[in-house]
């Protein structure tokens, strides 16, 4: 069967809606970390700031492997805790005292395991990126009902 001329039009201008309310790759991968450091920070809330101690401070998700933007580790929850704002942003991510509070947090097994895998790349597909996304909105919604 032969398209028409219209027929063309009409699928290109499908596409072309569809592209637009699709996020990019990029995007997408932005908007999956956001929610992940949301649901973090709701999940430290209580907790001192993983390198320093210091509790009441406004803290941010903080990685203890930096996230590359196709890290393995940038949506690893255990690789993402509260954290304190000098820590995280003054100090850079001051790592050396954040490894000890992971250790008590998570154990060394776990913390070895992060560090084994630093530098392993993971090519994302859309839809594990969306899976993610509708896992942490989960984990954020029964975060809020349990408060
Ligand atoms: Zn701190």
Same mark, same amino acid.
């Given at each position: 069967?032969?398209?028409?001329? $219209? #027929?063309?039009?009409?699928?290109? *201008?499908?596409?072309?809606?569809?592209?637009?309310?699709?996020?990019?790759?990029?995007?997408?991968?932005?908007?999956?970390?956001?929610?992940?450091? $949301?649901?973090?920070? /709701?999940? #430290?809330?209580?907790?001192?700031?993983?390198?320093?101690?210091?509790?009441?401070?406004?803290?941010?998700?903080?990685?203890?492997?930096?996230?590359?933007?196709?890290?393995? /580790?940038?949506?690893?929850?255990?690789?993402?805790?509260?954290?304190?704002?000098?820590?995280?942003?003054?100090?850079?991510?001051?790592?050396?005292?954040?490894? %000890?509070?992971?250790?008590?947090?998570?154990? %060394?097994?776990?913390?070895?395991?992060?560090?084994?895998?630093?530098? #392993? %790349?993971?090519?994302?597909?859309?839809?594990?990126?969306?899976?993610? /996304?509708? #896992?942490?909105?989960?984990? *954020?919604?029964?975060?809020?009902?349990?408060?």
């Amino acid at each position: 069967m032969k398209y028409t001329k $219209e #027929d063309q039009l009409r699928k290109k *201008i499908v596409e072309l809606k569809a592209k637009k309310k699709e996020p990019t790759m990029a995007q997408l991968k932005k908007i999956v970390q956001r929610k992940v450091n $949301e649901y973090v920070r /709701l999940r #430290d809330k209580k907790l001192p700031c993983i390198s320093c101690g210091r509790r009441g401070v406004a803290i941010d998700a903080g990685h203890y492997v930096a996230q590359g933007s196709s890290g393995l /580790l940038r949506y690893e929850l255990d690789n993402l805790n509260g954290q304190c704002q000098k820590c995280n942003r003054f100090l850079h991510g001051n790592l050396i005292e954040y490894r %000890i509070g992971l250790v008590k947090r998570i154990g %060394i097994l776990q913390v070895e395991w992060l560090e084994k895998h630093r530098h #392993d %790349i993971k090519k994302w597909t859309r839809e594990e990126l969306n899976e993610i /996304l509708s #896992d942490t909105k989960e984990l *954020i919604r029964v975060i809020n009902l349990s408060k």
